[in-house]
């Protein structure tokens, strides 16, 4: 029998233990990947209802607007949901660098073969 999360076409999040699903986010203007974090059911909810992104912080144990106190808030533009639903693609458009960093986005940096890390913006 077809797994109905899978084939179908109603929204149906597989939250972890801890009522989490994984959020990559990218640019909508590059295509660049700009941070992984992760979502709750109301952080997905506002997400959608305010077009503005929000997370579920696992450090700070609490519900976050990304830009809250930076002002770099992402603007929803798409969202997408995988096949298992257990994590989102979140397509944005960034009002300033992601990271908290600086950097554009939290993948600042290649890892070279012999483990070192190179900067790369
Ligand atoms: N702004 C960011 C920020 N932007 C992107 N990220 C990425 O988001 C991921 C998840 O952040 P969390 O702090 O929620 O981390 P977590 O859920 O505990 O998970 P991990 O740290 O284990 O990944 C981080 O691992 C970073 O890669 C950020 N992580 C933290 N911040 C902090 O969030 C606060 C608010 O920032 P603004 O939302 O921009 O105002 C500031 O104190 C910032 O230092």
Request: aromatic share 6%; net charge negative.
């Amino acid at each position: 029998m077809a797994d109905m999360r899978e084939a179908g076409l109603d929204l149906d999040p597989k939250y972890d233990a801890s009522g989490l699903i994984t959020a990559c986010v990218t640019d909508a203007a590059s295509g660049a990947l700009l941070m992984v974090a992760h979502m709750n059911e109301e952080a997905l909810r506002l997400t959608t209802q305010t077009g503005e992104v929000h997370f579920w912080s696992r450090s700070r144990a609490s519900l976050w607007k990304k830009g809250e106190s930076s002002g770099n808030v992402l603007k929803l533009v798409e969202l997408r949901i995988d096949c298992d639903q257990d994590a989102v693609w979140v397509i944005a458009s960034p009002a300033g660098p992601t990271c908290h960093t600086g950097a554009p986005s939290c993948f600042y940096r290649r890892v070279a073969a012999d483990g070192s890390l190179e900067r790369i913006a």
